[in-house]
């Protein structure tokens, strides 16, 4: 069994998880980036105090700037001073000036503010036109990632909390429903609804659920055409038991001492007439209800015909049966068990029907890959539209087919299954020239 559904979900499971937390991952560091910086207009509001503190260095009031920078730290609650930076060589090669440029005493206001770390940076605000700076901790009220903890507890646990909730609850119904459908349906199977079935109920899947359907659905058939086949073989027999038995009875009612051997001659048959449609019948459920293992073997049609049609010549001695067999037809792999009674059985019922003084004709022909055995009788004939129930148990087609003979119609339905069996194959037509012409189609080797 392919396990479709196996793999189905490893993929799922497996790519789908990796590419999300992938992916929140990559979300949870562009906020964490985002919120890393300082806002704009905090921005803004900073680089005014820069300008600010640049007029009054560069007009050279000192007092004026000491002033403002104090009035500033009690306003914002923070420290901050004005200061130039030197780099003064003390040995080695001589400092670059590009490399003096890169020192600096704090933090530009484009930079990231570090979110895990508690006090807040002192920030660095060059002045244009001189290498000094304004050097200010930043305030607590401009301090970027406010909310940062709560955002990254969203991220990190209610995020994927409520995502794979989600993932959860819909594998769940994936998986529930073909099941919810197949407890729906064995429930309906077990209150007798053998119709029942569940694949037209899984769509287009194509998985172990769908092949659990499949399973359920062929346990369902067969075993519905069981119960039913059981059923009607039961109505069928208890039909078909009541006329033996009610002769039966009148003889046993009407029985006379003088004529008792007449009577039990009467009840003899009666008797016969009832074992054989219990064997028939039994015999037609173990066709129809098994599969019947068969011993394989060679066996020549020509020899099998020869026989059956001499026993049928002293069993009808009133009626001819015409037959000019080949030198041999040999059918390997086969069985002569079921093509015995198959054919006998075709045979007798030609018999049966073909009135006193006709004939039956029987040819034996090689047709490509198969043997074709025809026997035709000269008798009424089946209507066009039962051409087909005649292979069925127990169909008769009217009184005047009956031919006042013992018939329970049961002859054609069990050389159907005994031919089946070995795969060969039997139909009906009606000849232009009259009577009923019976094909049997036997494969010259059965695989």
């Not at 560091?29 to 300008?51: G, V, Y």
């Not at 600096?104 to 006090?119: N, P, V």
Request: proline letters at 4%; glycine letters at 4%; hydrophobic letters at 45%.
């Amino acid at each position: 069994m392919k396990r479709t559904f196996l793999w189905k979900l490893c993929i799922i499971v497996a790519t789908g998880l990796v590419a999300f937390f992938y992916l929140l991952h990559a979300l949870t560091l562009k906020t964490e980036e985002s919120m890393s910086m300082i806002a704009k207009a905090d921005r803004a509001e900073l680089t005014q105090w820069r300008i600010k503190s640049e007029q009054l260095y560069m007009a050279n009031n000192i007092q004026a700037l000491n002033a403002w920078l104090a009035q500033l730290m009690t306003e914002e609650s923070t420290w901050a001073s004005v200061a130039s930076f030197r780099a003064i060589h003390l040995a080695g090669e001589p400092i670059d000036k590009d490399i003096v440029g890169t020192y600096h005493f704090g933090r530009s206001i484009e930079w990231k503010i570090h979110l895990y770390f508690s006090a807040n940076p002192v920030m660095e605000l060059p002045f244009e036109h001189s290498n000094a700076s304004l050097l200010i901790k930043l305030p607590s009220r401009m301090r970027p990632g406010t909310y940062w903890a709560t955002t990254k507890f969203l991220l990190q646990v209610l995020i994927p909390m409520g995502v794979l909730a989600v993932l959860s609850v819909l594998l769940y119904q994936h998986i529930i429903t073909p099941l919810r459908k197949l407890d729906s349906a064995t429930s309906a199977f077990s209150r007798g609804n053998f119709k029942v079935r569940l694949g037209r109920y899984l769509g287009k899947r194509n998985d172990e659920f769908a092949h659990l359907a499949a399973t359920f659905d062929q346990m369902a058939a067969k075993i519905g055409e069981l119960i039913a086949s059981q059923r009607q073989l039961i109505a069928d027999l208890s039909h078909e038991l009541r006329t033996p038995l009610t002769r039966l009875d009148i003889a046993v009612e009407s029985f006379d001492v003088d004529d008792a051997q007449i009577h039990l001659a009467r009840i003899a048959r009666e008797s016969a007439q009832i074992r054989k449609l219990v064997e028939d019948s039994l015999t037609l459920a173990w066709l129809e209800n098994e599969k019947p293992v068969l011993k394989r073997e060679n066996v020549d049609l020509v020899d099998l015909l020869d026989v059956l049609v001499e026993d049928a010549r002293f069993e009808f001695p009133d009626r001819r049966i015409i037959f000019d067999p080949p030198a041999n037809a040999i059918v390997q792999n086969s069985c002569h068990r079921a093509l015995c009674p198959a054919v006998e059985n075709v045979i007798r019922n030609a018999l049966r029907y073909t009135p006193v003084g006709k004939h039956v004709q029987i040819t034996l022909t090689q047709q490509s890959e198969l043997y074709c055995i025809q026997i035709q009788d000269q008798g009424p004939g089946i209507p066009e539209v039962f051409l087909e129930k005649v292979f069925e148990p127990f169909f008769r087609v009217d009184n005047a087919r009956l031919a006042e003979n013992d018939s329970f119609g049961l002859g054609l339905a069990l050389a159907k299954r005994h031919l089946a069996s070995v795969g060969a194959s039997i139909s009906a037509h009606n000849p232009s020239t009259g009577g009923l012409l019976v094909t049997i189609m036997i494969p010259i080797c059965q695989m």
